[in-house]
T-cell receptor, first 114, second 111 residues
Framework: DSGVTQTPKHLITATGQRVTLRCSPR?????VYWYQQSLDQGLQFLIQ???????AKGNILERFSAQQFPDLHSELNLSSLELGDSALYFC?????????????FGPGTRLLVL | GESVGLHLPTLSVQEGDNSIINCAYS??????FIWYKQESGKGPQFIID?????DKRQGQRVTVLLNKTVKHLSLQIAATQPGDSAVYFC??????????FGKGTSLLVTP
């Protein structure tokens, strides 16, 4: 158990809908990262937050957004969902959000868009 | 390049043998490297990491080797056990904060 929690574990929804994924980092970690894992693209970095502020952006679509709250939990919002958004979404956390530290991953949310 | 899933490179080893999983990276600015193990239905699990000022680092039954000259990283698992069966990813930090993941290698340990 990495100490990172994610809810829900599974999510099934329809095209055009909006969903929110939730992540709680390890105790003491200030930075949260979101990754998408699909069969054809592997693990892709989406976005990073550090202590409530956006720090880095990766291949995140404009239909997706995220935020980190004062209690350091984070939410990833996916809107106008398309079939191709079906994937595993992972949250990871690290202590200081620097590039040379271990990121610990949560168990993921499996999203299926029908 | 190869994709995860149907086209994932697979390494099959016998229980008790040593395993070597290789990874190539392209960004010469990368200075932090990490190996993760991912079992089916679970998130990536940290195995071992290494910084660019080192060539070798050892953990419990695992060793990571870094060759910066040829931009190559390897993970050696000693006395491979059935519980080691999983997909293994290397990742590097590039020039930023996020990790860039390789496509992964599936390790299958046979009795």
């Amino acid at each position: 158990d990495s100490g990172v929690t994610q809810t829900p574990k599974h999510l099934i929804t329809a095209t055009g809908q909006r969903v929110t994924l939730r992540c709680s980092p390890r105790s003491g970690d200030l930075s949260v990262y979101w990754y998408q894992q699909s069969l054809d693209q592997g693990l892709q970095f989406l976005i990073q937050y550090y202590n409530g502020e956006e720090r880095a952006k990766g291949n995140i679509l404009e239909r997706f957004s995220a935020q980190q709250f004062p209690d350091l939990h984070s939410e990833l919002n996916l809107s106008s969902l398309e079939l191709g958004d079906s994937a595993l979404y992972f949250c990871a956390s690290s202590v200081a959000g620097q590039g040379k530290e271990t990121q610990y991953f949560g168990p993921g949310t499996r999203l299926l868009v029908l | 390049g190869e994709s995860v899933g149907l086209h994932l490179p697979t390494l099959s080893v016998q229980e008790g043998d040593n395993s070597i999983i290789n990874c190539a990276y392209s960004n010469s600015a990368s200075d932090y490297f990490i190996w993760y193990k991912q079992e089916s239905g679970k998130g990536p699990q940290f195995i071992i990491d290494i910084r660019s000022n080192m060539d070798k680092r050892q953990g419990q039954r695992v060793t990571v080797l870094l060759n910066k000259t040829v931009k190559h990283l390897s993970l050696q698992i000693a006395a491979t056990q059935p519980g080691d069966s999983a997909v293994y990813f290397c990742a590097e930090n590039g020039s930023g904060y996020a990790l860039n993941f390789g496509k992964g290698t599936s390790l299958l340990v046979t009795p």
